[in-house]
């Protein structure tokens, strides 16, 4: 089955800075890649996600690049804000299910 | 769009108690359903997934079961509650021929 391993397992970083968080997948036949954002005690929302025909894909300062030779895509966020700590989940699917990375928590120093 | 319905919110239950957890789709048909399971400050486990009506895949062995009786409804049982059941319990849908699956609000599952 898929393999999705996440780094770095934390994150501090300071307001206004970027943060990057990686993944790395096993299965070469996986083509749907999604990140959530999970707030506290809140349910995973997802917050942009990307398929194996593009390599890039940005919204607002949110952008996933994905590199399939590799096997491994990744998180970049700008502009780092406060409502941007959390922890975040990359996940991989190439059927009915995802298989998702151990997460990463970010937090975003004032 | 879908709403992703969820009960109860919280939950306490002694140990060697039952459970049963319900989930409810609303606006779409013929969904696939997944339970996960999130154990404190943890990631997200799979439990079991369902493609369809009565099909239910198991993903983990262990005291817990799952049954699909409608199009839209998703249950998640156990006969005799574990210590180790505690977490956070996710139903999640994915939509007919889409890839994204979208979480319901959870059920946090305290056993004492």
């Known amino acids: 089955g898929e393999n999705v391993e996440q780094h770095p397992s934390t994150l501090s970083v300071q307001e206004g800075d970027s943060a990057v968080i990686k993944c790395t997948y096993s299965?070469?036949?996986?083509?749907?890649f999604p990140w959530y954002k999970q707030e506290l005690g809140k349910r995973p929302q997802l917050i942009i996600d990307?398929?194996?025909?593009?390599g890039e894909k940005k919204d607002q300062r949110i952008a996933v690049t994905l590199n399939k030779t590799a096997k491994h895509f990744s998180l970049h966020i700008t502009e780092t804000q406060p409502e941007d700590s959390a922890v975040y989940f990359c996940a991989a699917s190439n059927d009915y299910k995802l298989s998702f990375g151990a997460g990463t928590t970010v937090t975003v120093r004032a | 769009s879908q709403t992703i319905h969820q009960w109860p919110a919280t939950l306490v239950q002694p140990v060697g108690s039952p459970l049963s957890l319900e989930c409810t789709v609303e606006?779409?048909?013929?969904?696939?359903l997944y339970w996960y399971r999130q154990a404190a400050g943890r990631g997200l486990q799979l439990l079991f997934y369902?493609?369809?009506?009565?099909?239910i895949s198991s993903e983990v062995p262990q005291n817990l079961s799952a049954s699909r009786p409608q199009d839209r409804q998703f249950i998640l049982s156990s006969k005799k509650l574990l210590l180790s059941d505690s977490g956070f319990y996710l139903c999640?849908?994915?939509?007919?021929?889409?890839?994204?699956?979208?979480f319901g609000p959870g059920t946090r599952l305290l056993v004492l």
């Open positions: 990307i398929r194996s025909n593009v």
């Open positions: 369902s493609v369809g009506i009565g099909q």
């Open positions: 999640a849908a994915r939509m007919t021929g889409k890839e994204t699956q979208y």
């Open positions: 606006g779409t048909s013929n969904p696939n």
């Open positions: 299965d070469s036949a996986s083509n749907y």
